[in-house]
């Protein structure tokens, strides 16, 4: 059973850090894209970052470049998301989802879901 956890979201100030962990199981980790994606309230999901556990390329969307890194750590199936410079845009539940077809900023490529981490910033 494919099975991904998400976690490390919190309240921060704006100008704060967090990290968040996905931490993946059930398929073959090297395979697949892990993606980050994140929904405001009364906002659609939008792609954060995505990398690729097998080559390790990453992507991000323009509102982070500069302030969110991706990284994987393949021995422990795991995948970060750090946050530095956070705004209070940025609140939103995060989700991490894993596609078999590589990373990718489209969500529709993604069948594996994470439940979601909830990060608030204040301003």
């Known amino acids: 059973e494919v099975q991904l956890q998400a976690c490390g979201g919190g309240l921060v100030q704006a100008g704060g850090s967090l990290r968040l962990s996905c931490a993946a199981s059930?398929?073959?980790?090297?395979?697949?894209?892990i993606g980050w994606f994140r929904q405001a309230p009364g906002k659609e999901r939008e792609g954060v970052s995505c990398?690729?556990?097998?080559?390790?390329?990453?992507y991000y969307a323009d509102s982070v470049k500069g302030r969110f890194t991706i990284s994987s750590d393949n021995a422990k199936n795991t995948v970060y998301l750090q946050m530095n410079s956070l705004k209070p845009e940025d609140t939103a539940v995060y989700y991490c989802a894993a596609s078999a077809l590589g990373a990718t900023m489209h969500a529709s490529w993604y069948k594996h879901w994470g439940q979601g981490t909830l990060v608030t910033v204040s301003s």
């Open positions: 990398i690729s556990s097998s080559d390790g390329s990453t």
């Open positions: 059930g398929f073959t980790f090297d395979d697949y894209g």
